[in-house]
């Protein structure tokens, strides 16, 4: 069975730092993995995904995350934080398999910027 | 185009009636797989659909169905509600295998 692990379930940033978001995840198979954003309200959006290409992959707004299967890791992370990137963060995995389009999330990160 | 688009958007019901909800994915999307959010267990995959099928299913009591008409719109349906169906459901569409899905916003249920 898969699963993903978010460590942290708020972190705080100051305008202008370093975000990092970190994601773990465990699955029988290599797995497709994603990042998505949730604003107040709204549903998901989708900020990147991995799918076997390159393991560095950039998404929108300025984030990008490494994907590195000795430490079965995920983390998403943006240079420079802006107040407009205050929302809940979502890492989520799907085992590549035809016919399959669960996604598997893990319990969300809450990201705060201090101005 | 258009987004995936949920209706209603806010619902409010009583212990034991039913409840249907509905979502239309982007046009040419055959795939449509239902959420449920709530604080406590976080996001949990429901079921999907793709061509009129259920093709994958979660770990929910059978209270909760749902179905995809012809046209890829897709309903799910809440029998006999309780206090703990309160969440928030979220309906994605998707065009091809693990191609991106497209969420909704969501319809927000509260049972009371």
């Known amino acids: 069975a898969q699963s993903v692990t978010q460590l942290g379930s708020h972190v705080s940033v100051s305008e202008g730092a370093l975000v990092l978001l970190r994601c773990n995840y465990s699955?029988?198979?290599?797995?497709?993995l994603f990042w998505y954003v949730q604003y107040p309200n709204q549903g998901l959006q989708l900020l990147l995904k991995y799918t076997s290409a390159a393991t560095l992959v950039k998404g929108i707004n300025g984030f990008e995350a490494e994907f590195k299967k000795s430490e079965t890791s995920f983390h998403l992370t943006k240079p420079s934080a802006h107040m407009s990137d205050a929302a809940e963060y979502f890492c989520a995995v799907s085992e590549p398999n035809f016919g399959n389009e669960k996604l598997t999330f893990g319990t969300g990160t809450r990201l705060t910027i201090i101005p | 185009k258009a987004g995936v688009t949920q209706t209603p958007r806010y619902l409010i019901k009583t212990r034991g009636q039913q409840v249907t909800l509905s979502c239309s994915p982007i046009?040419?999307?055959?795939?449509v797989s239902w959420y449920q959010q709530t604080p406590g267990q976080g996001l949990q995959f429901l079921f999907e659909?793709?061509?009129?099928?259920?093709?994958n299913k979660g770990n929910f009591p059978g209270r909760f169905s749902g179905r995809q008409f012809s046209n890829s719109r897709s309903e799910m349906n809440v029998s006999t509600l309780e206090l703990g169906d309160s969440a928030l459901y979220l309906c994605a569409s998707s065009g091809g295998t693990h191609t991106e899905a497209f969420f909704g916003q969501g319809t927000r249920l509260t049972v009371v």
């Open positions: 659909y793709f061509s009129e099928t259920q093709r």
């Open positions: 046009s040419g999307h055959r795939s």
């Open positions: 699955s029988s198979v290599p797995p497709y």
